[in-house]
């Protein structure tokens, strides 16, 4: 279907004449929540399509004629009409966040931005172009990048290598248009900064993404918290993996082998041997849970498995007239894509939790929350994974997950610090040689313990395979604050598990009707990433790795675990 910016025109016209009133305060909203929803469905339906198949240039074609002929003067009417409330001084009870952003959002806007805008997202298809085209031979067969990595965890050291430098290698080929594609979208962004009346990305992006109860500096805070206190537990952890494989250092391509195993963990080859034991967690945890999990797979709202021409990666959209989520994924059978499809339906209970809210507006909460919605659920699952595996191979899906999550928040700091870094120095920033530059340093400060002697040119350009970099600027640090709210409701489920879900319930439902520290607090925790509380966090986290660890080395590899109290 053709669409034309004519038919909607005339509902953004009818919302811009109308004279706000407090007896009509509620049904405008309502009437702007439904043309908006209309459009942000069919932007959200045609962004799916060319991600499903990288190949597809018409769905491209749609998607970037739909944005500059559409999403372009939607813009601008959009604007239009938060000028409008906000000239009004009128408001209701639970838009008081929502109003906050929108004059955040007025102050930002300039229309001169939106082809700006529409050119990002072009060269955004052209990324998943590039990133959706490689493919490499493996045992006399092409197959994706994606499917390359589950040999990441097999126990020949030999393959892993292999395997390792064959992904590796084949990205490092695209190191020219990917060094292209940098300076391109960062010159993009730097404009609009500057035609926002910003100093640069840094405060643009600050006031975009609504960070209202954090700065630049608490960021560089959380990042030094976790040098000192994250750092060395993550460094142990490599430490272990290595000398559990008769090995000095650990090299890239042994970070992913599990050293409790002798074999890779795989809870599923099909479709339904990975979807119907999900079930069974969400039934465990909520039969209300069950159920939304259910009405997506009866309605098709999930492509879970990799295949040639999709795009990497995985995520999580709304279809907001429908109410309803689409989970997009490229599993091939490994822990990680268990790990990966919990994750997003976090995401998508999000969305079923804030379909009751009556605005649009009100639905669309900081990424800093959306990700305690999907990280909290990976926690909350971790004591039912028994489904999958027996209790040996569940200890071990246990450990791998709580390692990832503490090497995780170093991980982060690379990215968040190589962000902010690369849009505070635009002039440096922009030139990839560099960007190399600074990504080996903090790479080196926070990520000590992997050893790429040898790969230089592999560890420097290590900022070309994450997509946040490119895609979603600064959208990295969310996780890394995410994951504090995510082990608060994991410490509180291990004391009362129904009481921990019907908390993380009720925050969900919250949408963005409250500010961050509250919507934490309704999860049953604090918002916080100081010393203390990371280090906290990290230490529980430990103690309970050493537990199960010590259990794994019992005679036989017993386990017994500590089921949550319900």
Known sequence: ?????????????????????????????????????????????????????????????????????????????????????????????????PIRQMRANSELFREENLPLQTQLVELSSKHDEICGARSVEW?????????????????????????????????????????????????????????????????????????????????????NSIAEHVVPAATAIY???????GAATLKPWDEDFDVWGDEPLQPFETEAEMLDPSAEIFERLDPVLAERYQDMRDRGLMDLFSRKNKAGGGYCTSY?????????????????????????????????????????????????FAEVASMSMEMLAQAHLGVYYDEKSAARAQISHLERMICFWPYMAVVDGFQHWAYANPQQGRIPAECDKK??????????????????????????????IFLIPFYYVEYGLAQVGALQV????????????????????????????????????????????????????????AELKAQLNQPGGQVSFRPPNR
């Open 139 to 223: 045992d006399g067969k092409e197959i994706t990048l994606e499917q390359v990595s589950k040999f990441l965890e097999e126990p020949d050291t030999g393959r892993r290598e292999k395997a390792w430098r064959l992904k590796h290698g084949r990205i490092l080929q695209d190191r020219q248009k990917m060094n292209d594609l940098w300076t391109e979208m960062f010159d993009i962004r730097s404009q609009i900064a500057k035609n926002a009346d910003c100093k640069n990305l840094v405060d643009y992006v600050a006031q975009d993404y609504h960070r209202f109860d954090y700065t630049p500096q608490d960021c560089e805070d959380f990042r």
């Open 439 to 468: 990504w080996t340093e903090l790479w080196r400060r926070f990520m000590p313990g992997i050893d790429y002697a040898g790969l230089e040119d592999l560890e420097a350009t290590g900022w070309h395979r994450k997509l946040h």
């Open 320 to 368: 907001a007239v429908e109410q309803r989520p689409f989970i997009f994924m490229n599993a091939v059978g490994t822990q990680d894509n268990l790990q990966t499809l919990i994750h997003e339906m976090g995401h998508a209970f999000h969305v079923y939790e804030t379909a009751a809210l009556p605005y649009d507006s009100q639905k669309h909460t900081g990424a800093e």
């Open 239 to 245: 430490k272990e993996r290595a000398a559990r494989q």
């Open 490 to 545: 994991w410490q509180n489920s291990l004391k009362d598990e129904a009481d921990a879900v019907a908390k993380y319930r009720h925050g969900l439902s919250l949408g963005c009707t409250v500010g961050l520290p509250q919507l934490f607090e309704a999860v049953g925790g604090k918002f916080a990433f100081d010393g203390e509380t990371i280090s906290s966090l990290s230490n529980q986290m430990v103690e309970r790795l």
């Open 1 to 97: 279907m053709t669409w034309s910016w004519e038919d909607f025109a005339p509902h953004y016209d009818a919302l811009k004449s109308t004279d706000l009133s407090a007896e009509n305060l509620e049904g405008w909203l309502g009437d702007w929540s439904k043309v908006s929803a209309v459009l942000s469905e069919i932007h959200s339906r045609l962004h799916v399509a060319p991600t499903l198949n990288t190949a597809d240039k018409a769905a491209v074609e749609q998607l970037q004629s739909f944005s500059k002929n559409i999403h372009e003067p939607q813009q601008a009417a959009e604007e239009d009409l938060r000028k409008k409330l906000l000239a009004s001084g009128l408001t209701l009870k639970g838009m008081e966040v």
